[in-house]
């Protein structure tokens, strides 16, 4: 059975930092590119972040220098670093998993920035 399990969200004031993990199981961790994606109300998902099993990452423009993924193999786990926190980086936080052609999601977790 796979599973991405997300934690590490919160309330934050404007300007702080958050660390989120993603635990996977049932997929082939390794070998598989992870991405973290992020939906606020009204809007649509937009990814954030991906890193490849190499460690080759990407980022949205609006996170680019504030953001920071990296990802552990030996514990099957993926982080987002959420540094200099905005009001519009409000969202529900998720990471997603393409293992084999199946694309699977966790349930996510909420990162809330106070102003």
């Known amino acids: 059975q796979v599973q991405l399990v997300e934690s590490g969200g919160g309330l934050v004031q404007n300007g702080g930092s958050l660390r989120l993990s993603c635990a996977a199981s049932?997929?082939?961790?390794?070998?598989?590119?992870m991405n973290w994606y992020r939906q606020a109300p009204g809007k649509e998902r937009e990814l954030v972040a991906g890193?490849?099993?190499?460690?080759?990452?990407r980022y949205a423009d609006s996170v680019k220098g504030r953001f920071t993924i990296s990802r552990d193999n030996a514990k099957n786990t993926v982080y987002l670093q959420l540094n200099s926190l905005k009001p519009e980086d409000t969202a529900v936080y998720y990471c997603?998993?393409?293992?084999?052609?199946?694309?699977?999601w966790g349930q996510g977790t909420q990162v809330t920035v106070s102003s």
């Open positions: 997603r998993s393409n293992d084999r052609g199946s694309v699977y």
């Open positions: 049932g997929i082939f961790f390794s070998i598989n590119a």
């Open positions: 890193i490849t099993s190499g460690g080759i990452t």
